[in-house]
């Protein structure tokens, strides 16, 4: 489903016609390949960006635009598991990152609906003011001494109960703002490219094969959301999570312009993105392990019920969508060389929910370790990290992936491809084989292997969506099978029928 915001045009990244030699190639054109490229091309170095699509055409697009220095997973969570160093740091990287993207903003006079605000956390039902306290005190040494306790969220139209008030927080148009990035990078001289990127090797130099056009480079930042260039070594450390949003109209003025979030689990979250003729609330949250669940208009309707209950007036639902998050081990972006790799290949990833604050926060520590500068972030962030405190997450994580295999030995979910109705899709046992069959509006059949090429799993279908869904580490494929994320970096493999496919 489309979100809210419309999707820029692709020819922002005209196509990649020749071989390219450049000091730095950033594969990925989400917020943290853009801010990247943008940071290192305004410093003097020649740059290179390949994406699939359009700028934010992946998860950024899906994203609702909030900016916030406070975790999605709590302050009091981080200590336990890193410290309060770690929880210090990560405070100061990701207030730095609001005011990095505020800077950008003014700074190249970019036209993105970006506006400061409050943010403001409240109990969800059942949870008790601990929680509240815990947070407050842990944010207090975290630095963030502005946070304060109020005894209501600013909404009128419903009591939040007890709250955290933060000051200074952000909102602004995702895509607006990545427009604004590339617009800048081609005017610093950097090359933005649409090519989809084959293999990535590092060396010296470094090499990235796209469309049989080679890029070589000094180096190489791999921001594809999920990295697309290893198997194993982030993959074990970090889970997908799908998470849904709504977006309805709302008289102008009814609702205060405030972010606010939850401490449920799953949580949701809202804010307010001003239109001229009505207001759009955007409420989030229902999140679930990719692949795992197969209830999207469920998740969609309870968003609705938990919106309606707070905003009555709230017009009718003119926008549903989902996105796609990396839950890393310890809530922390995995940002840094890329471990058991060359040291000219850097990653980004594992968003926890945070992808545009972690997104820029990537730009701004890669930028500076490819410089050879210091920065105070790099041991937090840095994804060979082994958090011991974490080991009962780990094995959880990894135990649930281990579950997916199973799906092999069952059988499919309908017996023949006659059961597929038109614009669906479902998995068929053929002998020892599972099949990925889609039917697309005309009746015409579509058949793939059910294999994820990353490590084998079983795609599901994910019926709002309309993708194939990895259940292990997060790949996803269109309905015709077109890898779309990663780990995965090529198409789900086609299979052939020799009878008719199309419906009688």
Known sequence: ???????????????????????????????????????????????????????????????????????????????????????RLAAESHTAAIERIAAIVAGERIDCDLARLDGYLFLAPGDVPETLERELE???????????????????????????????????????????????????????HHAHADAIEGGAPALVRAGGHLVTADAVIVATNVPVNDRLAIHTKQAPYMTYVIAAPVPKGSVPQALAWDTGDPYHYLRIQPAEEADLLIVGGEDHKSGQADDTAERHARLEAWARERFPFMGEVGWRWGGQVMESLDYLGYIGRNPMDDDNVYVATGDSGMGLTHGTIAGMLLSDIIAGYENPWAGLYDPARKPLRAAREFAAENANVARQYADWVTGGEVDSAAEVAPGSGALIRRGLHKVAVYRDPSGQLHERSAACPHLGCVVHWNAAEKTWDCPCHGSRFDALGKVINGPANVDLEPLERPEDQRAA
């Open 1 to 87: 489903m489309d979100s809210v915001w419309m999707e820029l045009p692709r020819s922002a990244f005209p196509p990649l016609r020749e071989d390219l030699h450049v000091q730095v190639c950033v594969v990925g054109g989400g917020i943290a390949g853009l801010t990247s490229a943008y940071l290192l091309s305004r410093a003097g170095r020649s740059v290179a960006l390949l994406d699939d699509g359009a700028p934010g055409s992946g998860m950024t697009q899906m994203s609702t635009g909030h900016l916030t220095c406070m975790l999605d997973d709590r302050f009091f969570e981080l200590e336990r598991l890193r410290g309060r160093e770690a929880a």
């Open 138 to 192: 842990a944010a207090r040494r975290a630095g963030l001494h502005r946070v304060t306790r109020q005894e209501r969220a600013p909404f009128p139209s419903f009591d939040s109960g007890p709250c955290l008030r933060v000051p200074d927080q952000a909102q602004f148009h995702p895509l607006k703002y990545l427009a604004g990035l590339a617009r800048c990078i081609a005017a610093e001289g950097g090359r933005l």
